[in-house]
């Protein structure tokens, strides 16, 4: 029996071409994107959880409240590590200060750096760490243990870290590697690469102690009132402690430790190991991206979309193509079938298409599986079949079975044999016409809740990349560098071959570029006051030429004067304004000096706001200055008409000039464009489901129009004779479709709208909703829709109705 179902339908499957081809489509396509949306959602929401401990591992944040604002750090003061074990004896802490971006050079035989010595730059995974980190995270060592890292000058390397240094791990330990060329460390241990799903990769691995006596080197201060999110702190807490308890001894301990000796009011909370991947308000220093849930939520509820598209096209053909069956189904009931038996057969045939839309829809995602890291940040070796991937697609084999086949084999199943032999069964008699109104109205509701979410998303990041930054970032090359006292003292000389290039326009030395991902900030005094404002200022470094390099804009004075140290300031629009300062030049020759500084120094300039950070966040109060030992950075603004041959020329020279040091430049406008990459995939998203949700619309209206032109055959036909011209045919085909749409747009609107909105909440700077966005979209579904049923339409209008008559 089960054998002559699948027979059958395969027969329906090869007779009905057409069809099968639009249902086959409709649905791998369908399948073929949730499954790629499945294998993102299904690596995001996995990280971390490799380790054994996962549910009892918390991270602590810092939450400071000043001047009615909220911010939040993912690090917490040095003080705090010690402060925190001797209150809570029996929870296990372990800290970590990463310094991501350092160079390490592998020292040869002599033990001093030559040009000759290989040098890599780790952008992530360096952090120094003390032994008790692995009892909380979980590592399996393949030489040495954690105990080397009690020891100064330690360091333990991944294995793939190890290879990549030494050739083979086994040849690492015992060898030395010297970080930023400043401090010799010896390979004491190798551990097992961590997966990739980490917010804790694990690359180089420095001993805690080397950090401590590194003093200044690398920020380290035993300070409450600093503050720093490369210092994080984690805690694994027993089976016996909940989230609460630990919490309200963190609460006790905090208010005991910082009263009195941080001009904030500071809180530290228990951050679940869970969340630290989702939060992004805290942020995240040590992993390569953060991902929102909301973003997630939206991703899979498109999915969720997309495949209800492809079952709407499944039922509407379906019903639709079932009048043509209505004699097999008579001959079948009077020949003794059950209505199970018919329902059994009915849901085989759709089991059967929708098994191979799923095998082909695999074959589809395999081939664009490559191309899934430019919508969502995934490692290129992510694999598309895992234990959750077959649980997947035998799950929404299931429901697609179930949603695509239980209405029209019911429908199939209910004819009455004797009208179905006198071919007396039309669509509007098994009342299947409203139910395909009502899902082609779904199925373009959803189609035009994307468009508008992608003109919105396009135009926002169109806006985000076009926005005027307040500065100039165009052919700006930045040199990342060092400040170790060599590199130092070969500043001016290495500015002064700079500026000889007639391509090179200006040079600065500075601690960051004026749009950056750093927050680094301090308390102040202001006008000679010893009580600070009730809000903190953020710091940016630089030579007397950053201004000039950037672009900068007065208000009002000029930039700071040569020097090395910290003896003037230029501060921006927003910190006199925070001052109460309304004209610029009434803070020209007031005095500031930063929390721990000795003596104040004057206000020489006041520089028009520019972006501090990403456009998600409102301009900063800023205080510019000099600092010698700060400026890590090289910014080197070009002619853009040489822009490569002028970029070659540059690192040459610095190659030459700091041949210790491994050549790492990036132009400025390529980073800020980083600062909205996951902004920009969500965009590219919601282009590419909108033209597949386009696509199957598209698909399932032709389907629909293919089928109401063979059933009206005859009416074409005789309209024609009595003088109907193509165009009236196309519009009687036409005209209920553009109602539908319509009612559609009603639909789909308010809920476009709102998570538009919610999205752009997102964004300190943002596009209005317009109405233009919604007619454009209603328009755009409109157009597609005429050209999908108007195609169809003339071909039925364009047919001779001697023919269509004759064939009646």
């Keep these: 029996m089960l054998k002559n179902y699948f027979k059958i339908a395969w027969r329906n499957i090869l007779r009905h071409k057409a069809y099968s081809f639009i249902n086959i489509s409709g649905l791998t396509v369908g399948i073929a994107a949730c499954l790629m949306i499945f294998v993102i959602l299904q690596f995001e929401t996995s990280y971390d959880k490799f380790n054994t401990s996962y549910k009892n591992i918390y991270h602590i944040i810092t939450e400071q409240k000043q001047e009615g604002n909220v911010n939040y750090n993912p690090g917490v003061s040095v003080p705090g590590l010690e402060g925190f074990r001797l209150d809570m004896p029996q929870v296990k802490f372990a800290a970590v200060n990463s310094s991501n971006g350092s160079q390490f050079t592998v020292l040869g035989n002599g033990g001093s750096v030559s040009a000759s010595d290989k040098?890599?730059?780790?952008?992530?995974?360096?952090?120094?760490?003390?032994?008790?980190?692995?009892?909380?995270?979980?590592?399996?060592?393949?030489?040495?243990?954690?105990?080397?890292?009690?020891?100064?000058?330690?360091?333990?390397?991944?294995?793939?870290?190890?290879?990549?240094?030494?050739?083979?791990?086994k040849e690492a330990n015992g060898k030395s590697i010297k970080i930023d060329n400043s401090i010799t460390l010896r390979v004491a241990g190798v551990i097992e690469d961590v997966p990739s799903n980490t917010d804790i990769p694990l690359k180089v691995l420095v001993s805690y102690i080397t950090w401590k006596n590194a003093g200044d080197l690398y920020g380290y201060t035993t300070e409450w009132g600093s503050l720093s999110s490369n210092h994080q702190i984690f805690a694994l807490l027993p089976q016996t402690m909940s989230q609460d308890a630990f919490q309200k001894q963190i609460d006790i301990f905090t208010k005991k430790a910082t009263e009195k000796k941080t001009n904030s009011t500071r809180i530290h909370i228990a951050q679940p190991l869970g969340e630290l991947h989702f939060d992004t308000k805290v942020g995240n220093t040590l992993g390569d991206h953060l991902?929102?849930?909301?973003?997630?939520?939206?991703?899979?509820?498109?999915?969720?979309?997309?495949?209800?598209?492809?079952?709407?096209?499944?039922?509407?053909?379906?019903?639709?193509?079932?009048?043509?069956?209505s004699k097999e189904v008579g001959i079948r009931k009077v020949l003794g079938s059950t209505r199970s038996q018919l329902i059994a057969q009915v849901l085989g045939e759709t089991m059967l298409v929708i098994l191979f839309s799923i095998l082909l829809a695999l074959a589809l995602a395999k081939i664009a599986l490559p191309h899934l890291k430019n919508i969502a940040s995934v490692p290129d070796d992510i694999a598309l079949l895992s234990t959750g991937t077959v649980l997947f697609l035998v799950t929404t084999f299931i429901v697609v079975v179930l949603l695509s086949g239980i209405y029209p084999a019911l429908v199939v199943s209910g004819f009455k044999p004797v009208l179905a032999l006198k071919n007396k069964i039309t669509a509007a008699s098994i009342g299947g016409i409203p139910l395909r109104r009502a899902l082609v109205v779904a199925q373009f509701a959803i189609a035009q809740l994307l468009i508008i979410g992608t003109i919105v998303a396009v135009n926002q990041m169109n806006f985000v990349n076009e926005a005027d930054l307040g500065f100039n970032k165009e052919a700006v090359l930045v040199l990342p560098g060092y400040t170790d006292s060599i590199s130092l003292s070969k500043m001016e000389s290495f500015k002064a071959n700079l500026l000889q290039n007639p391509n090179v326009k200006s040079v600065s030395f500075a601690s960051d570029a004026p749009s950056s991902e750093n927050n680094s900030g301090s308390n102040f005094y202001y006008n000679n006051s010893m009580?600070?404002?009730?809000?903190?200022?953020?710091?940016?470094?630089?030579?007397?030429?950053?201004?000039?390099?950037?672009?900068?804009?007065?208000?009002?004075?000029?930039?700071?004067?040569?020097?090395?140290?910290?003896?003037?300031?230029?501060?921006?629009?927003?910190?006199?304004?925070?001052l109460g300062i309304k004209r610029a030049e009434d803070a020209i020759g007031k005095t500031m000096k930063l929390g721990s500084a000795k003596t104040?120094?004057?206000?020489?300039?006041?520089?028009?706001?520019?972006?501090?950070?990403?456009?998600?966040?409102?301009?900063?109060?800023?205080?510019?200055?000099?600092?010698?030992?700060?400026?890590?950075?090289?910014?080197?603004?070009?002619?853009?008409?040489?822009?490569?041959?002028?970029?070659?020329?540059?690192?040459?020279?610095?190659?030459?000039t700091y041949p210790e040091y491994a050549y790492n430049g990036y132009f400025l406008d390529e980073t800020i464009a980083q600062f909205y990459k996951q902004e920009n995939q969500l965009a590219l998203v919601y282009k590419l489901f909108a033209f597949i949700a386009v696509f199957i619309s598209c698909l399932g209206l032709y389907g629909l129009v293919s089928y109401m032109a063979v059933?009206?055959?005859?009416?074409?036909?005789?309209?024609?004779?009595?003088?109907?011209?193509?165009?009236?045919?196309?519009?009687?085909?036409?005209?209920?479709?553009?109602?539908?749409?319509?009612?559609?747009?009603?639909?789909?609107?308010?809920?476009?709208?709102?998570?538009?909105?919610?999205?752009?909440?997102?964004?300190?700077?943002?596009?209005?909703?317009?109405?233009?966005?919604?007619?454009?979209?209603?328009?755009?579904?409109?157009?597609?829709?005429?050209?999908?049923?108007?195609?169809?339409?003339?071909?039925?209008?364009?047919?001779n109705p001697v023919k269509s008559l004759r064939s009646e």
Excluded at 541 to 566: C, I, R
Excluded at 642 to 654: D, E, F, G, R, Y
Excluded at 711 to 720: D, L
């Design 600 to 656: 104040f120094s004057p206000i020489v300039g006041v520089v028009k706001d520019f972006k501090t950070n990403s456009l998600r966040d409102e301009v900063k109060p800023i205080a510019i200055s000099s600092k010698r030992s700060v400026l890590s950075q090289v910014a080197v603004k070009i002619e853009t008409k040489n822009l490569s041959s002028t970029a070659k020329t540059i690192q040459s020279l610095w190659e030459k």
């Design 711 to 799: 059933q009206r055959t005859k009416e074409v036909g005789v309209r024609k004779v009595l003088g109907a011209s193509v165009f009236n045919i196309v519009l009687l085909f036409s005209k209920e479709f553009m109602i539908l749409i319509g009612i559609s747009f009603v639909l789909a609107m308010p809920t476009a709208w709102y998570m538009m909105s919610q999205w752009l909440q997102n964004f300190a700077y943002r596009i209005p909703l317009t109405a233009g966005v919604f007619i454009l979209a209603m328009a755009t579904s409109i157009m597609i829709a005429w050209l999908t049923v108007g195609y169809k339409a003339t071909k039925a209008a364009l047919v």
């Design 291 to 325: 991902t929102s849930k909301a973003t997630l939520k939206t991703l899979g509820f498109i999915g969720i979309l997309i495949i209800l598209m492809a079952s709407i096209n499944f039922i509407n053909l379906s019903t639709a193509q079932s009048v043509g069956r």
């Design 531 to 578: 009580k600070d404002p009730d809000f903190n200022t953020f710091l940016k470094f630089g030579d007397n030429d950053y201004f000039k390099t950037f672009g900068l804009k007065f208000a009002a004075g000029k930039g700071f004067d040569k020097s090395d140290t910290t003896n003037q300031f230029v501060v921006n629009e927003t910190f006199i304004h925070k």
């Design 119 to 169: 040098k890599f730059i780790e952008p992530i995974g360096v952090m120094f760490t003390e032994p008790q980190f692995f009892d909380i995270f979980t590592a399996k060592w393949l030489s040495g243990d954690k105990n080397v890292l009690s020891q100064p000058n330690m360091a333990v390397l991944s294995k793939a870290t190890a290879d990549k240094y030494f050739g083979d791990w």
